[in-house]
């Protein structure tokens, strides 16, 4: 019985997927009616004859492969060659070579390759009235969630995400953008700790390690790269340690209770969430069994669950955050786009390195900002100055690192994200065929930016709450708890 259950309920999922996706917004999910809007867009999948698709490794924790869908187009396998340039360039060549970006799942117009789903844990772990369940939602989705409900592209959902979640049942609902701050104090710190120490010169360029899919690349391809790597976790998983140990503390909730999901625009999370060092707060409580985040869902999913339980979205009231841990600074909600990181972490390293407010023009970047695959610039924090690029699209990494080896060009901090646009554009957000993709970021990019600009608070060191946890829990960047719960090594 309990088989014939998960059966039906996959398939049901499936089609959903398709359906949602294809923006078929109806109340009875019929795979005849969703084929039917397939075969009326040609969304047929051949063109370049019959060869086999991309290998998806079974085991692959963020992407699936939906065999009865896939005609064997092949298109996804040149994509990820040419395109990501990842499959194929291993010796030999593997399916467990994938950095799980999930780029193939936005380009397979059957929808034959998809995330993994894991919503419907969601809705038992809600359902389960001896759980505490807590949801963090990350910056990107909250331009790209109206989207699967008709809304213009870029429209800013916090409140009805925040107000849906609720609806739901979830308990408490927080904002990823806080731990995007405690990011951007712990890697502005090292950074500045990179340049002052001679021992460490040789770890520069520093490279941003938030996204993922970035680091599995490294891994795969450029292993001589791994100290250059910043050693601070990305805000999903610095959210998921203080949500089982900060934030557990000071609401009263014993963490093995707690189920903790990350509402994110990414595939990569749902593989970064099982990596090794990932249980820090369980380590912390002499629990090594428990993760930080227990379950990592795309915005997709998101709608999935928002349309499953028949909820109006675009009706929706708008709540609010929990008062504790539920403010992000704009600095913290910028790192959804291609350079905000960058420009976060230059704002404080301006503050830390003299003890003053960047200049005004700190606040509006422009040499770090913009679609270009590989941005350079030179940027003035002060008491010295730092040669510092951007790079969008994995692929655009490899002639910048070949350039970099042969000691052609010299860097102090290297920003990368694995997707175009950044996290905006990542492998978990909403697809849509009918608009071009670059419109599609710029909407969203820009709702981030203008969120930034409404934000009283622009600079991640003003944060009240990030003082607050530093001053009552972490104690001092790079040192300490900080240092045990927010980084790799």
Known sequence: MKKKTIKKTTRREMLKTMALSAGLFVCRWDE??????????????????????LPIAASNPSIRHHKNRCKSCGRCREFCRNEITVFGRTVPPSEDACIRCGQCTMYCK????????????????????????VASTSPAIRVALGEMFRMPCGTNVEGKIVGALKRLGVNHVLDTAFSADLTVMEEASELLQRIND??????????????????????????????????????????GAMVKTYFAQKIGIDPTNMVHIALTPCTAKKAEILLPGMNAAGILHEKPEMQDVDIALTCRELAYLINDAKIDFAQMPEGTYDSLMGAGSGAGMIFGNTGGVMEA??????????????????LNLRPVRGFDSVRTAIVDIGKRSLHVAVVHGIAKTRPLFESIRNGERKFDFIEVMACPGGCIGGGGQPINFDIGAMKLKQHRLNALYQRDTENKIRLSYDNPQIQAIYAEFLGKPLDGKAKTLLHYR
Not at 33 to 48: E, F, K, L, N, S
Not at 215 to 238: E, I
Not at 345 to 362: G, H, S
Request: aromatic letters at 10%; one cysteine or more.
């Open 32 to 53: 005849q009616t969703v084929m039917a809007q397939q075969r009326g867009q040609g969304q047929g999948g051949g063109g370049v004859g019959q060869r086999a698709p």
């Open 110 to 133: 059957r929808y034959a390759l998809t995330e993994q789903y894991h919503y419907p844990v969601v809705v038992k772990a809600v359902a389960d009235s001896d759980l505490i369940t």
């Open 198 to 239: 001679n021992g460490m010169k040789n770890s520069l360029p520093m490279f941003t390690s938030c996204c993922p899919a970035w680091v599995r690349f490294v891994k795969l391809f450029y292993p001589g790269l791994l100290p250059n790597l910043s050693t601070v976790k990305s805000p999903v998983m610095m959210q």
């Open 345 to 362: 972490a230059l704002r404080t390293a301006y503050k830390l390195l003299n003890d003053k407010n960047p200049p005004a023009d700190f």
